[in-house]
């Protein structure tokens, strides 16, 4: 990777654990000559939380391939996100300002359309190629709001075992389809709004499922939330490695991937399941009166899923940056 070296791709990648002001960043990188312009790579893990990772001396060894990482790298230690959930955490990592200047709030919640044009993409301009990816659809949405400033939109379900994701047949209007297909007609974990085509739609679902073996996967395959979108860790890492390659191959590019793991459901391949069989019990937090109120037990059961799936993911990531340094 000639226009990339591992002091930039170490810099650019420590900034992808939450929202960061971007948009101060990228002048810098464009300073320099098109011809010695680095490739830029931001992976973003889906609600991979700093609190259960040993890179910040959590107790369970999650991350020893991240901790070898950070040791060539810039690690933040003060970080805030810009929102509790995808929407306004994702628009803020893209725009580089707070929601209540990018406005994107809601649930499924768009940018504020005098902000399109102040996003990272358009930061970087057009002589770089500009890929975006991600497995949750909710960043999908302001892809399509950036589409002109996006060389390549690759579709959530790209490295996928499994998938049924209507919106995509429609790419002339993403936005508009995944609404009113996958988030409200198709979704899964609910009445679908449509009793005929959603039932069938089900059934299709289930049906492809039921052919695939899953021995690798005790728990069931990775799933993205709701969505007809699953996958295997390794099918996902190597697909962005491939992805990566590729443009490697034909000069300065930005590439923002954005996968689902560690996002529940917490579902780790055979290795990493209950590698945490250690009855580590933190200390029990009083209930919020507007809290689900999950019982201690089921709590830790949940974090010992969550921290095998950080696992997972970081045997993951390792691979990738080994690939990557070969």
Known sequence: MSNFSRRDFLKVAGLASGAVAMSQMAPRFLSRKIDGAPNVIILVFDAMTARNLSL???KRETTPNFQKFAERANVYHNHHSGGNFTTPGTASLLTGTYPWTHR????AGLIERERIDHNIFTAFGDQYHRLAFSQNLLPNYFFGQFAKDIETILPASSFSLIEQVTGEMFT???VAAYRSFDNFLFQDGSPPASLVFGLADRILLRSKEARINMNDYPRGLPRAGDHALFFQLKDVFDGVQATI???DANGPYLAYLHL??????????KQFDKIFQDNYRPAKKPDHRFGTHIEYYKLNN???NYDEFIANVDAEFGRLIDTLEA
């Open 260 to 269: 689902w793991a560690p996002h529940t459901p917490y579902k780790p391949t």
């Open 172 to 174: 002339k209007d993403s």
């Open 245 to 247: 390659s590729e443009l």
């Open 104 to 107: 994107a709030f809601n649930i």
């Open 56 to 58: 910040y001396g959590y």
């Open 302 to 304: 949940r974090r010992q």
